[in-house]
T-cell receptor, first 111, second 117 residues
């Protein structure tokens, strides 16, 4: 699976949009981009995933660049409860089910 | 919401003792994962199963760890004998591709915090 690069930490003001970047320059054509987050002392939580089109759900939006070498997770109106470590993961399709977690980005939402 | 249930939530044991951690995947999910999380190593995949068959356990120390799925509602992770370096949070996750999509997000349990003294 392709390796991802994320900033170790970011800050965001409550109520503002949080934009979390991820680089995955070695991604191949059949690999998906997944985002999970982990709130302190809890298990990771699935947020969203995409292949090449932008995706949106009730939690967030995922913007994938046209060349697919990078993506951005957007939390439109961050709250204090969004403070967590956010993981960007690239996972192959087909029968490869594994998720390999990196170090992620610690997002701190400030009042 | 459906949940992955892990027991026990906390376990303190002495070095050399056997430890068994249990996981009840979400009903209908046919893929089950075991992860371990430490401050130093982060989240590491130990093993995973599909339709109760082990697909990959390359991340697991074979000499002391074993993972099984005796039935579709129960996955177990055993450590025998346990060592202080096994102290970590162990997470179970489950998922299924049978949702109209080949790729689907997995649901994690709350974890078992293991301390070996």
């Amino acid at each position: 699976d392709a390796k991802t690069t994320q900033p170790p930490s970011m800050d965001c003001a409550e109520g503002r949009a949080a934009n979390l970047p991820c680089n995955h320059s070695t991604i191949s054509g059949n690999e998906y981009v997944y985002w999970y987050r982990q709130i302190h002392s809890q298990g990771p939580q699935y947020i969203i995933h995409g292949l090449k089109n932008n995706e949106t759900n009730e939690m967030a939006s995922l913007i994938i660049t046209e060349d697919r070498k990078s993506s951005t997770l957007i939390l439109p109106h961050a709250t204090l409860r969004d403070t967590a470590v956010y993981y960007c993961i690239v996972r192959g399709g087909g029968s490869n089910y594994k998720l390999t977690f990196g170090k992620g980005t610690l997002l701190t939402v400030n009042p | 919401d459906a949940r992955v249930t892990q027991t026990p939530r906390h376990k303190v044991t002495e070095m050399g003792q056997e430890v068994t951690m249990r996981c009840q995947p979400i009903l209908g999910h046919n893929t089950v994962f075991w992860y371990r999380q430490t401050m130093m190593q982060g989240l590491e995949l130990l093993a995973y199963f599909r339709n109760r068959a082990p697909l990959d356990d390359s991340g697991m120390p074979k000499d002391r760890f074993s993972a099984e799925m005796p039935d579709a509602t129960l996955a177990t992770l055993k450590i025998q004998p346990s060592e202080p370096r096994d102290s970590a949070v162990y997470f179970c996750a489950s998922g299924s591709r049978d949702r109209g999509s080949l790729n689907y997000g997995y649901t994690f349990g709350s974890g078992t915090r293991l301390t070996v003294v």
